[in-house]
C-alpha cells in the first residue's frame, strides 16, 4: 500500500514540475501547464502525508 | 492545556535542554540534509529574489554573488558552529548562559523573539498577497510602507488568528505538513520559472543567458531604489543566516550531529533555497515587470498566480505559513523561559498579536532584505562571544565559560561586548556610510577582540581560577 501511494506521491511531483518543462519546449499551452500543475499538487498533498512522516515517527517510537 | 504545545513538539524524544546531547540521542546525516533543505526553501524565497532585480543586480554579479556567499555560508556552519556543537553538544541558550549568565541570556531571548516575530510578521504579509487574489485586494508596492487598505488589515490579522491558533495548538503537526511541503515547493519555484522563460524570449536554454543580461538581472534598479552589486550579493547570502552559523543559533541543531563534518550539510539548504529559489523567483519578478509595464507593484500572490495558476498561490500562502508558524512558537518559547510561571500557550498567543500587528505593515516585506541582516547583525556579536571563549579564552588566561564557574547571573564582560560591538556597528553605518549588509564581518573581529580585552578587565581574578 505505502509503495502505491509512493509511485502516486512522486506522479504528483511530476506533474508539478514536467508540464513546466513541455511549456518551455512550447509543447503544450499554458492553460494546460496550469491544469496539470493543480493537479500534481492535489496528488501530493493527498497522498504524501500518509507516508512522509512515517520514518520519523517510527524513530520517535523507538526511543520513547 | 499549558503544556500541550511542549509535549506535541517534543513528543517522546527528550530535548537534553541542561545536558550533553548523548551518543544514542544522535543522529545520522539524511537528517541534516533534509532539514536544511527544507528550512531554506521558504516564504521569504519568494522576495529576496524579486527584490535583487528591483535592485538592480547584474547578472554575473548574482550568480557569482549567490555561489561565493553560499560556499562562505556553509564554510561558516562547517568550520565555526558545527565543531563547538558536537564538542559540547549543548543548546545555544545553555551554552551562552554558561558563558553570559542567565541574565544576559533572558536580554538575548527578548531580542531574538521580537526579530522572530518580525520575520513571522513578514511572511504572514506574504501570504496575504496570495489570500487576497480572489477578494481583489489593493496589493503593496516597493514603496509601500503603511496598510493598503482595511481589506489588508482584516486579510492580515485574520491569517495571524489562524497561523497563531496553529502554533498554540499543534506545532506537531505543522513540523509534519512543512515535511510534506519542501520536495514540492522547490519544484514550484523552478516549474514557475520554466514556465515564464518563453514570456522573456527564452525559447531555447541556449538564450539564456542574454535574456538573463538583457531583461532579468539588467544591472539597473527600478525607480527610487538603491542599486546591488556583487558585494551586496555576496555579504547578503552569505550573511542571511548569521544569526545561525555565525551567531551560532544552530548549536541547539548540530549538536544531535554524529560528526561535526555535517554543517557541511547546510549547502543543500543554501543551492536549493539560496540559489535555484532565488534566481526562479527573480525570473518570476523580471516576467511579471515586462507583463505589467514596470508596476510598482511588489505582492508574491498575483506574481506566482500569473506563472502557473493556482499551484503558485497555494505556493505562496504554504511557504508564509511554513516559515511563520514554527517561527511564531519559536519566539514564544524563547520568551517562556524568561517568564516561566505564564503557560507556553499564553505565551505564544500574545506573541502571535504582536506580528499580526506587524504584518499590517507591508515595509517588513519590502525591506525585508534590511530586516534579515539587522537581525542577523543584532545577534552575531553573542556567536562571537562563544566562538572566542571556545577557542581563545584559555590562551589568553580567560577561564571559559566563566558565568557558570563563578556561578554569577549577568557577566559584564559579555554584555558590554554586545553593546558596543553594535555601538561601533552603528558609528561605522551613520558616520562612515557603511551599508547593513556588510557590517557583520567587522563587526564581528570587533566582538571577539572586545570579549577578550574585557574578559580580562573583569574578570581580574580569572588567573586564580584557572589555577
Known amino acids: 500500500m505505502t509503495l502505491f501511494l509512493k509511485i502516486l506521491s512522486y506522479v504528483g511531483l511530476g506533474l508539478t514540475l514536467i508540464p513546466s518543462v513541455l511549456l518551455f519546449m512550447e509543447r503544450i499551452t499554458i492553460q494546460t501547464n496550469n491544469s496539470l500543475m493543480a493537479v500534481g499538487m492535489l496528488l501530493w498533498f493527498v497522498t504524501a502525508p500518509l507516508w512522509i512522516n512515517r520514518n520519523t515517527e517510527k524513530n520517535h517510537a523507538d526511543k520513547s | 492545556m499549558s503544556n500541550q504545545p511542549i509535549k506535541k513538539l517534543v513528543g517522546p524524544v527528550k530535548e537534553y535542554e541542561r545536558e550533553p546531547v548523548p551518543l544514542a540521542g544522535q543522529k545520522g546525516w539524511r537528517?541534516?540534509?533534509?532539514?536544511?533543505?527544507g528550512e531554506h526553501t521558504a516564504g521569504t524565497e519568494f522576495v529576496i529574489g524579486p527584490l535583487f532585480v528591483a535592485h538592480g543586480v547584474g547578472a554575473i554579479d548574482l550568480f557569482a554573488g549567490l555561489i561565493l556567499g553560499n560556499v562562505l555560508a556553509v564554510l561558516s556552519w562547517g568550520l565555526m558552529t558545527a565543531p563547538i556543537a558536537t564538542n559540547k553538544r549543548l543548546t545555544l541558550y545553555y551554552q551562552l548562559e554558561r558563558i553570559c549568565g542567565r541574565t544576559t541570556v533572558s536580554i538575548y531571548n527578548v531580542v531574538n523573539a521580537l526579530m522572530f516575530c518580525f520575520l513571522a510578521g513578514s511572511m504572514i504579509a506574504v501570504s496575504a498577497t496570495a489570500v487576497g487574489i480572489p477578494f481583489g485586494l489593493t496589493m503593496p508596492t516597493l514603496d509601500t510602507w503603511l496598510p493598503t487598505s482595511l481589506g489588508w488589515v482584516i486579510a492580515v490579522l485574520l491569517i495571524g488568528f489562524l497561523i497563531t491558533l496553529v502554533a498554540i495548538r499543534g506545532y506537531a503537526q505543522v513540523a509534519r505538513f512543512a515535511n510534506v511541503t519542501a520536495p514540492w515547493m522547490i519544484l514550484v519555484f523552478i516549474a514557475a520559472a520554466l514556465a515564464?522563460?518563453?514570456?522573456?524570449?527564452?525559447?531555447?536554454?541556449?538564450e539564456f543567458w542574454a535574456v538573463a543580461?538583457?531583461?532579468?538581472w539588467t544591472g539597473v534598479p527600478l525607480e527610487?531604489?538603491?542599486?546591488?552589486?556583487?558585494?551586496?550579493?555576496m555579504f547578503f547570502a552569505w550573511f542571511c543566516n548569521m544569526a545561525m552559523h555565525i551567531g551560532m543559533s544552530?548549536?541547539?541543531?548540530?549538536?544531535?550531529?554524529?560528526?561535526?563534518?555535517y554543517g557541511f550539510l547546510s549547502f543543500s539548504g543554501m543551492f536549493l533555497g539560496h540559489f535555484i529559489a532565488w534566481i526562479a523567483s527573480g525570473i518570476l519578478y523580471a516576467a511579471f515587470l515586462q507583463s505589467s509595464d514596470f508596476s510598482s507593484e511588489f505582492a508574491p500572490g498575483p506574481i506566482a498566480y500569473a506563472a502557473v495558476g493556482i499551484a503558485g498561490p497555494v505556493c505562496v500562502v504554504v511557504a508564509g505559513w511554513s516559515t511563520a508558524n514554527p517561527t511564531i512558537y519559536r519566539a514564544g518559547l524563547a520568551l517562556q523561559g524568561i517568564f516561566p510561571k505564564l503557560p507556553t500557550w499564553k505565551v505564544t498567543a500574545w506573541v502571535g498579536a504582536v506580528t499580526s500587528l506587524a504584518a499590517c505593515f507591508p515595509a517588513l516585506v519590502m525591506r525585508l532584505l534590511d530586516f534579515v541582516a539587522l537581525y542577523g547583525l543584532l545577534l552575531m556579536p553573542m556567536g562571537a562571544v562563544i566562538f572566542a571563549d571556545f577557542y581563545l579564552s584559555s590562551k589568553f588566561g580567560i577561564r571559559p565559560e566563566m558565568a557558570y564557574?563563578?556561578?554569577?547571573s549577568f557577566s559584564v564582560s559579555t554584555f558590554m561586548t554586545w553593546l558596543l560591538t553594535l555601538g561601533i556597528c552603528l558609528v561605522l553605518n551613520l558616520g562612515f556610510g557603511v551599508e547593513i549588509f556588510f557590517l557583520g564581518l567587522p563587526g564581528w573581529f570587533v566582538a571577539v577582540l572586545l570579549f577578550l580585552v574585557l574578559s580580562k578587565v573583569f574578570n581580574p581574578k580569572?588567573?586564580?581560577?584557572?589555577?
Open chain 2, 250 to 261: 544552530d548549536l541547539t541543531i548540530l549538536r544531535y550531529a554524529k560528526s561535526w563534518k
Open chain 2, 196 to 206: 515564464v522563460l518563453p514570456g522573456l524570449g527564452v525559447s531555447h536554454i541556449s
Open chain 2, 213 to 216: 543580461n538583457e531583461v532579468i
Open chain 2, 462 to 467: 580569572n588567573k586564580e581560577v584557572l589555577a
Open chain 2, 224 to 233: 527610487g531604489v538603491s542599486k546591488f552589486t556583487f558585494w551586496h550579493v
Open chain 2, 31 to 37: 537528517n541534516f540534509l533534509g532539514m536544511y533543505a
Open chain 2, 405 to 408: 564557574h563563578k556561578k554569577v
